[in-house]
């Protein structure tokens, strides 16, 4: 344990060094573009370019909040121009760039819309679907007017590659295991429950979807599929403002959803918040048939089950936090946010058991009435000190998170003969609570270089506790009495310290390299408490990785740019998932921890293309060990669903995105992804060999008319797939939407219909040891939405820098409830 503070010192010596062997500031050119009708112009084309005969040096875009920045500009005089859609183009005054003068501030360039037509300029200007860079894919929430109504799951499920399973389980690019941070901070929670918080956010409180197949040393090494940050929205521009949404949906059952965000800043101070509130009645039928065989292949029963279940759900989303800029160069944070969601579902289940030639031996019936509350809240500090406008910066989180959630269930099953007489009855009741308390530390570094280069290094450290009980009693003779059988109690702490270092340096003008170390220390313990039927058992492990990453970029000329990159990755399991009890989903069916369940890795190479900024395709290959992924085991006519390490996979694939401006009011996203998978390895036994490959498509129209109308018509199919032992059956969806401008464009009424056909029903194939199993799972995803919202409050007119946005830790989110 004594060698992560030694190294960490180590990282910082050197650092230091280099700090101090500098023997000049790098230079450094930034500014800021505004519109007469908007503080901040985000997106538009800024071009540097050489005073003696306006040849171009180098181009960029502006950020969100209208910055920009050269690093380094060759000693020289210069001039910029900057041109947006819509607007008239703007030149700065010549300005020169020496020894003397290697920092530069230019004045705010203000730009003007053209006056031909300013509403169709207006309407032209929004922002792209997607947006392409060398690292990630940028997906902007706002341009889909489909995402009326919808929450932040559905939003992100019709990002580009990325596809939501029936458990709620997130995929990219065909792989699992994926990390979602929100605003750079981790989600913590995995599976039904990250889904869960997910549908209670609303994507119109989303800025955008940021989509890593490949992070840097700078995240935490888990997710070997990538990560995926959602940005929410944050308003820095001076003065008071505000955004208000009201809507409702209507599927099989009605649905609102309401959200407020409010943002004041002036002198030093920034102050902000938002709160989101939303009802979602839904339902869930579930069918399932298996059919279990003897050991020659002869059918030896049949089992058919129907189970619906009507849920009820209210989230309520709070965050309020302040900046307080205590000097030009450091800024103070706090920011405090909270969920409070209750939920209950009314499910009914029957069930038929057959013998061979589908004769009703048995009916068993189970009702059930489920209570639950969901209750998280969280607390970061955080801290920014830029030492110098070249870059050199130190930025510190502290977080600090809590998770409750109280399940109580009531239960009644029954089983009949086949003509309905009633044999026996049987209550059970449980009640199932769960805490978790996260503590979390991170601090990161960045220095500039000469000759265009920087160094990052950082540290962090995260402790876990965990507590899970699962308290059942059954109903015997007039009164409750504990069931041992069921009753369980888990605790599980972890521990991971971290430290890496990075550095990137552009080679030549056209060569770029990024190559960085990240170190990984993991302590946890288990123990899984006794009661008068079951002993006690204890585990705990040690282990230490390295994951190295390497980025290339090359820009042959102006239209093609080509990047490479290598990064290994882990998944650690889910908090739960190592729990070895196993728990009542109903007579059936069970769910079951494991406690050897090994760490995977994963080694990724990735090869992208872009060309001319729309079209970028890209090559992919990722090699797996010791995968871990959900799996069926049979006991009896009981399925037993637990996660175990399969063995190897291998995934290769090609994707293909496409930016089309296929007429002046039509344009045209076309996405697209295949990917092969093999399986192999051993599973309770029996040999594990299956491949297959998978095709996704993703294709979004947004059209723009005049008078503020708008139009979209989106849809996504997945083919035939296979997910370890699950062969998935096709799936897709179809969506439409109108969105009109009001109240002097202050104001949008979007209208959408989501699932159209009705298509997005996952359904499959299991087959495991003796039993042939198919389900079919549809849900309330056909909803009718119609949302207003609106902008008010005045900015206050500023030229001053904003802050940019810190990152507090990226702890996996690998809590999962006892779902």
């Known amino acids: 344990m004594r060698t992560l503070p030694n190294l960490f010192i180590i990282i910082l010596l050197t650092v ?11 230079a450094k050119l930034s500014g800021k573009v505004s519109a007469t009708n908007q503080p901040a112009l985000s997106a538009a084309t800024i071009t540097l370019l050489k005073a003696q005969d ?3 040096v180098k181009m960029l875009v502006s950020d969100q909040e209208g910055r920009y920045s050269f690093d380094n500009p060759p000693q020289g005089r210069y001039l910029v121009v900057v041109s947006a859609v819509g607007y008239d183009k703007q030149y700065s005054a010549p300005f020169t760039v020496s020894p003397e003068r290697s920092t530069i501030e230019l004045t705010t360039i203000v730009l003007t819309p053209r006056t031909k037509d300013l509403k169709a300029v207006t309407v032209s200007a929004r922002k792209p679907l997607v947006e392409q860079k060398i690292d990630r894919m940028v997906v902007n ?18 990002s580009p590659g990325i596809q939501v399973d029936k458990d709620g389980n997130i995929s990219l690019k065909g792989k699992q295991n994926v990390i979602v941070l ?3 901070r981790p989600a913590y929670v995995s599976g039904a429950e990250l889904a869960n918080m997910l549908k209670g956010m609303q994507a119109s409180q989303l800025e955008q979807i940021e989509i890593m197949t490949n992070p840097p040393a700078r995240y935490d090494a888990a997710g070997n599929a990538g990560i995926i940050n959602i940005k929410t929205k944050k308003n820095k521009i001076k003065g008071f403002n505000g955004n208000v949404s009201a809507g409702i949906g209507q599927g099989v059952y009605f649905k609102t959803n309401e959200s ?3 943002n004041y800043r002036n002198g030093k101070v920034n102050l902000f918040s938002s709160y989101s509130f939303n009802r979602n009645n839904n339902f869930q039928e579930l069918e399932i048939f298996r059919r279990y065989k003897n050991d020659d292949g002869s059918t030896n029963a049949i089992f058919e089950q129907v189970a619906f279940m009507k849920r009820r759900n209210m989230s309520n989303n709070l965050k309020l936090g302040m900046d307080y800029y205590v000097t030009s160069k450091t800024t103070l944070g706090i920011v405090v946010s909270g969920n409070y969601n209750p939920e209950s579902s009314i499910n009914s289940n029957t069930s038929y058991l057959q013998n061979p030639d589908y004769a009703v031996d048995s009916i068993a019936t189970a009702g059930s009435n489920i209570k639950g509350t969901w209750k998280n809240a969280s607390v970061n500090l955080n801290m920014r000190h830029q030492y ?11 977080d600090y998170i809590v998770y409750d959630n109280t399940n109580k269930q009531h239960f009644i099953n029954t089983t009949f003969e086949p003509n309905w007489i009633k044999r026996y009855e049987e209550q059970l009741q449980g009640i199932l609570p769960v805490t978790v308390n996260i503590y979390a530390a991170k601090i990161d570094y960045t220095h500039p270089l000469k000759n265009n280069a920087r160094i990052e290094a950082g540290w962090k450290s995260s402790y876990v506790e965990t507590q899970n009980k699962a308290d059942y009693y059954l109903y015997d003779n007039s009164e409750w009495a504990t069931d041992y059988g069921k009753t369980n109690h888990f605790d599980y702490n972890e521990n991971i310290n971290a430290a890496y270092v990075s550095l990137n340096k552009q080679l030549t003008k056209k060569w770029g390299l990024q190559t960085g170390l990240r170190f990984e220390n993991t302590n946890y313990k288990g123990h899984q408490h006794g009661n008068p039927e079951k002993g006690d058992s204890t585990f705990k492990r040690s282990y ?29 399991p889910g908090y739960q998932s190592l729990n070895p009890f196993m728990f009542f989903i109903d007579k059936y069916t069970y769910e079951s921890g494991n406690p050897y369940l090994r760490p995977q890795y994963s080694n990724n190479i990735e090869l992208t293309h872009i060309y001319k900024g729309w079209l970028t395709t890209t090559l992919n290959y990722s090699r797996t060990k010791d995968l871990f992924n959900e799996t069926f085991d049979q006991s009896g006519y009981a399925t037993i669903v637990r996660r175990g390490n399969i063995g190897r996979r291998e995934n290769a694939g090609i994707a293909v995105n496409a930016q089309i401006k296929a007429a002046k009011w039509l344009t045209s996203m076309l996405y697209t992804n295949y990917n092969y998978t093999r399986y192999s390895g051993n599973l309770y036994g029996e040999e594990l060999n299956v491949e297959a490959g998978i095709w996704m498509i993703n294709l979004n129209n947004q059209m723009t008319f005049k008078k ?44 959408n219909v989501r699932d159209i056909l009705y298509t997005q029903i996952p359904h499959g194939d299991i087959n495991f040891k003796n039993t042939e199993a198919r389900f079919r799972n549809s849900r309330d995803t056909r909803v009718a939405n119609i949302t207003f919202s609106y902008r008010f409050g005045k900015p206050i007119k500023s030229t001053n820098g904003q802050r940019k946005k810190g990152s507090a830790s990226e702890e996996q989110n690998r809590v999962n409830m006892g779902n």
């Open 16 to 26: 230091s060094f280099i700090a101090r062997a500098q023997n000049r500031t790098a």
């Open 54 to 56: 306006s040849s171009v």
């Open 141 to 158: 929430v706002d341009a889909f007017i489909s995402n009326t109504g919808a929450n932040a799951l559905e939003a992100l499920e019709k």
């Open 182 to 184: 929100i605003d750079g």
């Open 260 to 262: 407020l965000s409010l």
């Open 388 to 398: 110098d406008s070249a870059g050199r910066e130190l930025t510190a989180d502290l």
């Open 544 to 572: 230490n990785s390295l994951f190295p990453t390497v980025y290339i970029s090359y820009g042959a000329d102006k239209d093609n740019q080509f990047g490479l990159s290598f990064g290994r990755r882990i998944d650690r």
């Open 708 to 751: 503020g109308w708008g139009a979209e018509v989106s849809g996504w199919y997945r083919s035939k797939g296979v997910d370890g032992q699950i062969l998935l059956q096709p799936m897709g969806q179809l969506t439409a939407g109108v969105s009109k401008q009001v109240l002097k464009g202050k104001g949008t009424v979007k209208v």
